[in-house]
């Protein structure tokens, strides 16, 4: 294997969990193969340093839905600081320089500070999860995240009782990202949860996926999973996370307040102003007879997360 001094964090690690050779099925690795004489997509990114990490026990960390194939993970994303199309960011985000990283965790807490990745990495034991990920615009996939709950990190600044909601700031530099001047968004993305749903145990700090370092385009080094919101609530490449007192104001909210609610819970009975949600397209199940599938409350994870909303409106707070 070449050295590349960008590969993962610059360390190599031995996975213990299910590599992504098993997820590929035995024609893509094939054509994996055959593809290896070409440029590399995977290579020229600098990735495919494995990550280690063991099965969660989690309730609802696995799913039973058959994983989404990596290439179609990796070539079909949301990613708008390197396109806003879905073929755009596995062909731009290379230029994304993931070592050195480091994230800011402020704001209302005892013990603020700095953790470089090195240091995240170690913070927590790391898990593979399973999870569905639906996107606001109708298609799903289904991912074995590697990462640990959100609420390791939190829990080490020692949040006060001011600390009622959490905002996500992830990277904006016009030298990384090409597509910063697109005027698609308000840059940098900014994401929020309450604090109850970042302390969730499903919410996800995703540093890997199939057994390896997240791709770039998939928010590398570092990104949220929250699994029963749209996808746009999952930050990618998180440089700053907040603790404040109000509702923080998204990028996504502020570009369309009726169409991107602060919620954002993926609910199939609650239409998006342009679109209906009750049904969604699994990534590599299309074609001509590929039967859409129903959305489900919550994504699927009602039961683990319905109580954070007992007695609200989930139309009014959408
Ligand atoms: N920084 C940043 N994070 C982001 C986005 C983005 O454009 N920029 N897109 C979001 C949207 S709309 C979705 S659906 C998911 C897609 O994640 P995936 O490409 O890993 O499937 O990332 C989310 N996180
Ligand atoms: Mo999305």
């Known amino acids: 294997m070449h050295f590349h001094p960008d590969r993962g964090h610059g360390r190599q690690l031995e996975s213990e969990v299910t590599p992504r050779s098993l997820y590929a099925s035995r024609r893509e690795l094939l054509a994996l193969g055959a593809a290896s004489l070409l440029p590399n997509l995977a290579q020229a990114q600098g990735q495919g340093a494995k990550l280690a990490a063991t099965k969660s026990s989690l309730a609802g960390a696995l799913v039973m839905d058959k994983p989404t194939r990596y290439e179609d993970a990796t070539r079909y994303n949301n990613f708008y600081e390197f396109g806003t199309d879905k073929s755009e960011p ?4 290379h230029t994304l320089k993931t070592s050195p990283w480091s994230v800011v965790v402020e704001g209302e807490c005892a013990k603020p500070g700095r953790f470089d990745l090195e240091a995240l990495l170690k ?9 569905r990920l639906r996107c606001v615009e109708g298609w799903s996939m289904v991912i074995p995240w590697i990462g640990y709950s959100l609420a390791e990190l939190i829990k080490k600044v020692e949040p006060n009782s001011r600390a009622k909601f959490v905002e996500f700031t992830t990277l904006a530099d016009k030298a990384q990202m090409p597509e910063l001047s697109n ?3 308000d840059w940098p993305y900014v994401e929020g949860l309450r604090m109850d749903e970042a302390l ?19 928010g590398a080094p570092l990104r949220l999973v929250v699994p029963w919101k749209y996808g746009f609530k999952s930050a990618k490449s998180i440089v700053k996370i907040r603790l404040v007192e109000k509702q923080p104001n998204s990028s996504w909210t502020k570009a369309a307040q009726r169409e991107y609610g602060f919620y954002s819970n993926v609910n199939p009975q609650v239409d998006h102003p342009r679109w209906s949600q009750a049904s969604e397209r699994r990534i590599g199940e299309d074609g001509l ?6 959305t489900l409350m919550f994504n699927g994870y009602e039961a683990q997360v319905g ?12």
């Open 90 to 93: 596995a062909r731009n985000a």
């Open 183 to 185: 005027g698609a968004l």
């Open 307 to 318: 109580q954070l909303y007992a007695g609200m409106d989930l139309r009014k707070n959408y």
């Open 123 to 131: 913070l927590s034991p790391m898990e593979e999860r399973l999870y």
């Open 289 to 294: 007879f590929a039967k859409k599938r129903p």
């Open 200 to 218: 969730h145990p499903l919410t996800l700090l995703a540093f890997g996926m199939y057994g390896e370092v997240l791709p770039k385009q998939n």
